[in-house]
Every structure is written in structure tokens, then in C-alpha cells.
């Protein structure tokens, strides 16, 4: 099994800056890809960004990319999402997700991912 615990969430005015952070514990973590999803008040999860287990590849969604970076810590676990330039329609929870074997997908979708985080809220006012 393997446990997700994400922080970093809060309120926020448009135009600035938040980090979430999740750190992910368990079973044998050796080969693993992280990213975060989000969900809109009303609308369906949807991706974000992820990132390789080694930090050798990225992706993100086009509505985040070049305001939002993924980097991850792999000696502890844990992925980062710097969050810029925030705006009202980022509003959401973000969701800390984990496909448990290094398996790379530039897009994913939710059947893609093994593992959840419970989510952290991000309001972004305007």
C-alpha cells in the first residue's frame, strides 16, 4: 500500500504564488511517476502536471504550463507543484496522484493512476 499526504493549500489572491507539497510513503517506492489532478467546483478531475520518479521528464496541462512547475524530492518521496501567476479558474482541489510502476504518460487520466491523495483545497480570489 502506499499513503499520499499532501499540504500547501490555502487562499490566495490572483497573481500569486502557492506551493503544495505531497509525500508519499509505503511499499517498495523504487519505480514510480507523481503529478498532481484537480477538480473544479461542478466540473470533472482533470490532469495537471507529473513528473518522473528521477525528475527526467515532465508534463503539463496546457492551461498551467508556464505558471505551474512539478519537481520532486526522490530521496524523500515527495513532489512539489509551484503554483504562479495564479488565477480565479485555478480554484480547485488539487489532488496528489501516483502511478505505482514508472509506466509514463504525457496526458494521463484518472485510470492511469494507482494511488490518491484526500486532496488539499487552493482558492484563488480575485
Known sequence: QVQLV???????QAGGS???SCAA???ALSRYNMGWFRQAPGKE???VAIIRRTGASTSYSDSV?????ITIDNAKNTVYLQMNRLKVEDTAV???ALRYDGAW???PKEDDIDYWGKGT????SS
Open 94 to 96: 488539487y489532488y496528489c
Open 121 to 124: 483545497l487552493v482558492t484563488v
Open 65 to 69: 504550463k508556464g505558471r505551474f512547475t
Open 18 to 20: 502557492l506551493r503544495l
Open 45 to 47: 478531475r482533470e490532469f
Open 25 to 27: 510513503s509505503g511499499h
Open 105 to 107: 504518460f504525457i496526458q
Open 6 to 12: 499532501e499540504s500547501g493549500g490555502g487562499l490566495v
